[in-house]
């Protein structure tokens, strides 16, 4: 599945793969914060067999451009994004799909576009706010001020630790510990993950998680009148 490249009106060059039946209904696929597309390693050649399935990388992810501006890390310009792939790939109307903080992406590209959007599927992820309630708590958004300004602050050596840390069998032990159940998850089907996010600038991370976590698609929720299929 080759990828090709999209170009934005503000320049950004988004990595773009397609595969399945030409003629099929549209699926597009949107990612988490920090992912690539691993989360749809066995859904995706199950929706191939019966759809046109899409998939690209959010700028500052993957293959694609990291922006010059960092302002527009945020989920209102990914869900402009995701459009500007879909006129880029002729797709008139499309099944949104979105995985954790992708489910802010679809649903706002939703309610930009609700005529041409099919159907949302919204998978393990909130409508706002995630880190409010994250864990069952909403320690994560009161430590994440102290967390991103420690990161912008001393970005140099965050990258350093950032690129050694990740791809470790510690930070799979971690993620084990503190979020993921191994007995759900095959650990091959989750360092792809920690290899992308060591690859991954960790300052695009932490701008785009301040907004992620600040972010409220509650005002479109009530205007979307199409079929949402939701995955807890």
Known sequence: MPATSVRTPDGVQLSVREA???????VLL????????????????????RCRVIH?????HGQSDIPGD????????FARDVWHVADAMAV????????SMGVQVVLEAAALHPERTRAVLALCGAFERPLDTF????LGAKLLPVLTG????????????????MPTEFAYWLATATEINPRMIRRDDFLPYLAHMARMDPVVFATLLHDVANH?????????????????
Do not use: N
């Open 30 to 49: 949107c990612d988490g914060i920090g992912c690539d597309g691993y989360i749809w390693r066995y859904l995706r050649p199950w929706l191939e067999k």
């Open 216 to 232: 409220s698609a509650r005002a479109a929720l009530g205007r979307l009148g199409l079929p949402v299929l939701v995955v807890a």
């Open 56 to 60: 690209f990388h959010y700028r500052g």
């Open 70 to 77: 960092r302002d527009t890390l945020t989920i209102g310009q």
């Open 92 to 99: 008139r109307e499309a099944m949104l799909f979105g995985h």
């Open 20 to 26: 399945g039946l030409a003629s099929g209904p549209v």
């Open 135 to 138: 864990g069952g708590t909403d």
């Open 150 to 165: 420690a990161m912008f602050r001393w970005e140099g050596r965050v990258r350093e630790v950032w690129q050694r840390a």
